[in-house]
């Protein structure tokens, strides 16, 4: 048991103790979720000190006839995908304090186990527990959207769990794939990521793999055509469930393609690359059109996630460093401001009960805190400086930049786009005239500031010192990270084929011990390669 | 901590507003509107007084040769660090950024106290500080930043702000086109920008202290890696992406529609953000990066070009607005029109000596011109006043030296600026005789167009009866103090005739701007000099004399207005009876010109997204479902709980395998 | 002599009309006469194979089936005493519709 | 040619009464027709060759279990019922599918007998004894499967009867 585990088995007893305080009364379910979410944190934030500069591994039998194991591992990437992940738990259950007043046990219950597939899916590092953890991550979403959701409720959650149950399924058929062959190879059935990464695969095949699992990851992320559940679910869904989707659920996608799909088929990736980025560019556009016209709060903002989720796809697949640096800044970035947008969201609709845009308007009067907040929220959004959504979105155009010249130019173009729809979130609400529907709405108290503040605090951090998101990146040894040399070339590309290449081809690279490991008891994998 | 090895903490400058910002925006709940504009007033109070410590500091930092400018560097910590995107949070301080940042905090500290007076009954005047406070901050990065990234921060900070003030009066909803406006309008400008600065940093880096590599750029022939243009074609399109986002931020051709928008918001800001400090931002830019334009040459022409046209276009325009405000932001955007095209031929410290004596009149002119509307409760057009002369004494005596000195009134400080840029327009080698007369004739104009303002609201008779309640101390006398200024600092550079102290300026920055400085080509001589300046100072009071006779106390009023003149709006389509007058009251018909290619196109195109999204896009996945749906009631008719159906299902199952069976069998 | 086919030609033609009785008929007790009828189609087949091959098989199972029937229409029917008592009518459609609500 | 006479009459008579079945609308007359039905099936079981099973045709199937029928359709009373939606003989609509499949089915079979040709002829099996020693000896085991089915139809017959006969039984006490 390492913290790896620890942090995994606190959103479970909490669920399980959540479940049994609901019973009381919901201010225990409350207090107990509460509790549960920041030790979950103060674990999270533990990890992070503990993984820095290499990787924690935890590694269990566990299906010994599959070739499973329980195998979790932490490097700097996941320490920082499960951190956010605790901190957004928190503010999730910060800001439903008053937003959920029916069942409120089994509502903390189901945050919770959400809480738990989504570390999982941060954490493993086999293949079948990893899977699991995937498909953990619906249903306690599919409940919250079709529970707690808003009047459109039941439709949301079945087309949220359809399309990224479909998208699984082909991302099961890849996985499986992979295990088969990596057995026919070798004789021997293993889920674990780092056996399959050894097994060798022709440039069909790799194409193939590529297709189903970036179809399974392009679901979730939610990449143009794909993206049709997610303006729905959003919008339903309660502001707590927006939250973590747009806060974790979505970066579970692109974590996915980061982690497994780059280094798993590097012929396939480069194969596609020109596919990823027509897309992610798409999605840059069509989100960000789409939301300048919507009449709902919550679903122009969702619509303002895909635009901001293409740039981190992009960023991925222009295959350099400040490309991919620039995604993961997006990535934790995106869950910040656009998780704010949807407390800004939640808070208004508790008030008024619509998010209608021609509902609203003038409400600065009233909520002069709100509109700061929302300002700021909507400067994140667009990418001000200063704040880290600017950092990213500025990678990644710089690293498509450095891809083609005009696939900067193009995306940088996007950032307008971002400017007319976040303006629009801003301008639609607390400018114009004042309301005539609603008077002395009153102003965020002492609980929500402090949710709003929390997340505008660490993107000021963030657009500071995105070395804080960013350093963590290169701990485990940058076999995630495209080589850094390459692309720091002022002039001249890296090849194609160079720029995904990993260590996982090449056998004797895969023998040599890349991580090292603190904690005592843990299974050491480099130590064991060692003996 | 503040002062380590004689050099002062250059942190500090920003920091002093910025914290004075966060203080107002943490505790503004707790604390009275007058509480937050004290503490802004005294951030920015002591922000100067920084500023000025900081520059006694350099200043007296001996020289050490003609060609190195002694300069404060403080590194902090690395902000940006990914492939060529290297940047660094650390200051620079030398003497372009001392010059910027005496008038941002000074002129600034200025505005300030006087919005304190102007802003007392509003209600969202700690919010107002708030911004304001942040502005100023975002300025001082922006002109202290070591680096062009760590610039953009300030840069689009001073576009956010500026969105934010534009929209301080929010519930009326044109100010919130205006804000919106102005934000797109200079972003597009900062996309170009952006741009500009990842070629440059691909090329050089963007760090301001190493951009002598453009030189070198210049010598490779086709550039490696696939790029496949010479080193010289690159650096035109940097210069040209940079000229772009200076264009954005600085309301040149031809994205200066947004900055007559811009007068929607309170008169201070307009006199800080949209006169003196932030649109000269573009003027900083290029000045900064005048290696890349002498590099690339026909950089140089497209940014003279570009500040001529504008300063020409401006001054047209701002001789029919019946807009106080708004006569003022075309005189501003022509203004920066005669900086910028003083950058385009050479002569970059008249650029930047143009932009120091403007921000002090044009400063000055828009709270004098925020008095007066002070004063006559929020009235803006120039026709509804009048005979203003013995009511206002101290805003009048402000007003008439601040348009003196845009006028190019002979010995005040716009006239030496100006003069010195049309003498650089003809005689350097950048420059030529077509810039030379636009630049003459727009002088000529632009003395007719701000002595029209005196004209109209100081003398002849009220036109409306308007109760005039008189201006609180504090309204009037930073008016004096800039005005002061606006008349006297042209002493700082006097035309090289003079002989005395002459070219003062010019000398201080040679060390910055050495060799890339165009100075005058063989053959002119201070004795032209003398002739041109005279013609200038004939052309400003030919212009004042005009003026008199077609807008003074007894001149029937030219161009004829179609209606009530008192009445006309900004968006009165038709104010006037003749056509161009009309034409040029629109801005050359831009903006329409935009709304028809530019912004219907895109609502509409969002739109059409938005239906495509919901019917082609879910369509196919509803699609999807429908046929799901379908075998789903085909399968549901199956288990309606009727023995007959399952006994047919059962039949056709019997039939299916049996003909499947018949068919697998062989015979 | 007979073609032996043409018995079990005859006991498919049996079978298919009893098939379309259990189908297309709404009434129970109809579709009880059906169900004895291809019952009886499939006795006729067994007879015609032990017919053909010589053999006392098939009617054995003839008497076989003969019980099944028999067992068969006693609960048949005690169901449809039942189901009549029960709503009144042996409509199959309505007891199925009725079940539901 | 004797069995020839037989056959061929009897088979049509038995395909049209079987029709008539399906297609009466008075339960009492589709019983009737239905033993008529059986009559045929038995000429056709002499004809092929087992009189035996013939006469046990007779007796039981019509006999016996017609009779039954007979009795329900009388209890129920429902050949004197005004004629209801169910006792309609089935429209054309209700026939499509089923006829269609039906044909197809018969089509098959007829397909599948022609292409095997089961040759030979009937031959006469009218020996009793013979069936009886090869019924007790080699089936004896479907002969006690027979028994038992016919004991639990017998007690589920009443089981269900009793319930009917007292309508105030409640429905979970009959499973």
Known sequence: MTLLSYILITPVAGAVITGLAGRVNGLSARMSAMFFMLVGLVLSTMLMITVEGGTLVEKHAWFPALGATFHLEADGLGALMVLLTAIIGVIAVLISWHDINEKVGAFHVWVLLLQTGILLVFMARDMLLFYFGWELMLIPMFFIIGVWGHEDK???????????????????????YVYFAHAAQTGQYSFDFADLLATKLTGKEQRLIFLGMFIGFAVKVPLFPFHTWLPDAHTQAPTAGSLILAGVLLKTGVYGIMRFVFPLVPVGVAAYTKLGIALSVIGIFYGALAAFSQRDFKRLVAYSSISHLGFVTLGLFVGNAS?????????????????GLFLIAGILQERTHTRSFEMFGGLWKQMPTMGAFLLFFAMASLGIPGTGNFVGEFYVIAGAFLKKWWLGAVTSMGVLFAAMYSLRVFLATMHGPESVTFKKLPDTNLRENVALFSLVILLVVIGFRPSLVTAPLYWGGDKLVPQKGRSADPIGQPKKEEAFQTPAKDPNLQQKPAQTVYLPGASLRGGEAAL | MFVHNGIPALWVIPALPALGALIIFLFSKAMSPQTAGRIACGAVGLCFGWVAFCSSSLLGLPSADAHNAPYFHQELWTWLSAGIVQSKVAFLFDRVSMVFTIIVSGVGFLIHLYSYAYMDDDEGERRYFGYLNLFVASMLILVTADNAFFMFMGWEGVGACSFFLIGHYYSKSENCAAATKAFLVTRLGDIFLILGLLLCAKLVGVSFLNLSGFESVKEMEVVKGGWG?????????????????AAGKSAQLPLQTWLPDAMAGPTPVSALIHAATMVTAGVYLIARFHILFVASGTGMTAVAIVGAATAFYAATCACVQTDIKRILAYSTISQIGYMVLGLGVGAFSLGLFHFFTHAFYKACLFLASGTVIHSLHHEQNIYNMGGLKSKLKGTFAAFLLGSAALAGFPGTSGFFSKDAILWSALTTGFGNPVFYGVGLVTAFLTAVYSFRLIFVVFYGAPRKDIHVHHPSPLLVWPLLVLAFFAVTIGVLNLPGFVGFKSLAWEHFFHPIFGEFQAEPKEGWTHAHEAIFALIGAAVALGGILVSYTLFGPNAKMLPEPAGNIGDVENSTPKPYKSALANFLFHGWGMDQLYAAVFVRPVKRLSMINAWVDKVVVDGVYELIGAIVRAFHSLVVSFQNGRVGR??????FGVVAVTILVMSIIPR | MIPAYHALILSGILFCIGIVGVIARRNLLFVLMSIEIMMNAAGLAFVAGSAIHGSYDGQIFFIFILPVAAAEVAIGLALALLLYQKYKTLDLWVIARSKEE | MMQILMFYPSAVIAVITTLMVIFSKNPVYAVLYLIMSLFAVSMVFWSLGSPFLAMVEIIIYAGAIMVLFLFVVMMLNLGQRRVDEDLRPPSGKALILPGIFATILLVQTIACLMAGHPQGGTQLLNDPVALGHAMYEKHY???????????????????????????????????
């Open chain 1, 154 to 176: 039941l439709y949301s959650a079945i087309k949220f769990f359809l399309f990224t149950f479909t998208g699984s399924i082909f991302l099961l058929l890849a996985l499986l």
């Open chain 2, 646 to 651: 399952y006994a047919m299902v059962m039949l």
């Open chain 2, 229 to 245: 243009m010479s080193g010289h074609a690159l650096l035109t399109i940097a210069a040209l992406l940079l000229l772009a986002g």
């Open chain 1, 323 to 339: 490309g991919y640096q620039g995604a993961v800044l997006q990535m934790v970035n995106h869950g910040l401001a656009t998780g």
């Open chain 4, 141 to 175: 085991l479907g002969v006690k499967l027979a028994a038992i089915i016919l004991l639990i139809g017998s007690i589920g017959g009443m089981h269900l009867g009793r319930a009917a006969s007292f309508p105030d039984t409640k429905e979970k006490d009959l499973l």
